[in-house]
Structure formats: C-alpha cells, structure tokens
C-alpha cells in the first residue's frame, strides 16, 4: 500500500473564552424598576456583535431577553458596604472586566457624603489588587439625582472621580474612567433616582463604548 501522505483537512471551531464581567454597585446596577437595569442591552449589544461576555456575581435578576442574570448590584448599598464583601467577590468570581457605579447611596443616605470620594478611592485600590492579569475596572461617574439638593453633591463627588481615576491610571493601575452623568437627564429617571427603560438603555450603550475593544469574538 502506498504511503497516504496527504489528510484530509478538517475545520476545527475556534474556542471563545467569554470575558467574565462583574456589574458592581447598588440598585442602579440590579435594575430598580427595571428588572435587569443596563445589564440586559448591554448583554444583548455585545452579543449582537458577536462577541462573548459572562456576568459574574452573587445576584441574579432580569427578564428572559437578559439569559445572564448575574451581578453585583445591592440595593441601598454605599461604597463601604461593597468595600467590605470586595475581596471575596473578587476571589470567588474572578472577573476581567469590573463596571463600577457606586455612592448614590453615600449622597441619597447622607453618608460622610466629604469623605466618599477616599471610600471609592480604597475600593479601587482592593478591586485593582484582585485582578487577574490584563484585567480592568471602569469607574462611572453616577447618574444625576433629582432629589431637593442633592444634584449639587452629585457633581461635587462626580468631579472627584474623574481625579481619582487619572490619580491611579497615572500610577499604571489598570482603572478607566466612564462618562455617565451628562449621558443620563432627569427624564430618564423613573423616581428621581433610578433610571427608567430608556434611562438604562442609554447606560448600556455608555458602557459598551467604553469595554468593547476589551470584549473577544
């Protein structure tokens, strides 16, 4: 017999690890009147795009056009209450990619409202430590609070995140800092805090222009 020295050329399926993505903060990430919140056009636009995500976290809420339930979004939850569950989430979950939106709360609460912006600085630095190689978080500034005065604190925090975030990027720390606020008007909001369908539909579209290139296909 002769020797076959030619095979027949079979196709084999490229193999997609999708990239594990944690929604981290508080109702504005579960989806307050919304069940699902940003996370279920988020989940679809970069599925429509034929890329790959899995959400990873603790909780699990949303409709059936949002497959992955998974998140990190705790009702009434200020910065010091994720700060204290961080490191096991971190541990347990192993996300690439983290979505921080955090410290409605700490101005809606009355919270040491001063001293936030060093509270979201700290969790930074424990989410940033927990990475895995390559990994990134994305910090948003929060969304517009249409309650007495509270707008006010709003921006005052707000315009601290922005020098926290270069603060760490420039120190090399893989932390990127995501425009919400002047995304987000108050007739978006549903209760003058929480966004309403379209609301969260425009944060989807925030941070999928920010963690797209991020996202393998």
């Given at each position: 017999m002769?020797?076959?020295t030619?095979?027949?050329?079979?196709?084999?399926?490229?193999?997609?690890?999708?990239?594990?993505?944690?929604?981290?903060?508080?109702?504005i990430?579960?989806?307050f009147?919304?069940?699902?919140?940003?996370r279920?056009?988020?989940?679809?636009?970069?599925?429509?795009?034929?890329?790959k995500?899995?959400?990873?976290?603790s909780?699990?809420?949303?409709?059936?056009?949002?497959?992955?339930k998974?998140?990190?979004?705790?009702?009434?939850w200020?910065?010091?209450q994720?700060?204290?569950?961080?490191?096991?989430?971190?541990?347990?979950?192993?996300?690439?990619?983290?979505?921080?939106h955090?410290?409605?709360?700490?101005?809606?609460?009355?919270?040491?409202?001063?001293?936030?912006?060093?509270?979201?600085?700290?969790l930074?630095?424990?989410?940033?430590?927990?990475?895995?190689?390559?990994?990134k978080v994305?910090?948003?500034?929060?969304?517009?609070?249409a309650?007495?005065n509270?707008?006010s604190?709003?921006?005052?925090?707000?315009?601290?995140?922005?020098?926290?975030?270069?603060?760490?990027?420039?120190a090399?720390?893989?932390?990127y800092?995501?425009?919400?606020?002047?995304?987000?008007?108050?007739?978006?909001l549903?209760?003058?805090?929480?966004?309403?369908?379209?609301?969260y539909?425009?944060?989807?579209d925030?941070?999928?222009e920010?963690?797209?290139?991020?996202?393998?296909?």
């Amino acid at each position: 017999m002769g020797l076959i020295t030619k095979f027949p050329k079979h196709t084999i399926p490229k193999t997609v690890t999708p990239s594990a993505i944690m929604p981290l903060g508080d109702s504005i990430t579960d989806g307050f009147n919304v069940a699902g919140g940003y996370r279920i056009k988020l989940w679809n636009t970069i599925e429509s795009n034929g890329q790959k995500v899995d959400f990873v976290g603790s909780m699990s809420n949303g409709p059936a056009e949002l497959p992955d339930k998974n998140h990190e979004g705790h009702s009434g939850w200020r910065i010091d209450q994720i700060d204290a569950k961080i490191n096991e989430w971190m541990t347990t979950y192993k996300p690439e990619i983290v979505l921080l939106h955090i410290g409605t709360n700490d101005i809606a609460q009355s919270y040491s409202v001063a001293s936030a912006p060093d509270r979201l600085s700290a969790l930074i630095d424990k989410i940033c430590a927990k990475l895995p190689a390559n990994g990134k978080v994305y910090v948003s500034s929060i969304i517009p609070l249409a309650m007495g005065n509270m707008n006010s604190q709003v921006v005052n925090y707000n315009n601290k995140i922005h020098g926290i975030v270069k603060s760490k990027a420039d120190a090399g720390k893989p932390v990127y800092f995501v425009e919400m606020y002047s995304k987000i008007t108050t007739s978006d909001l549903a209760d003058g805090v929480h966004c309403n369908r379209t609301g969260y539909e425009k944060m989807a579209d925030v941070w999928y222009e920010a963690i797209k290139n991020d996202l393998p296909k």
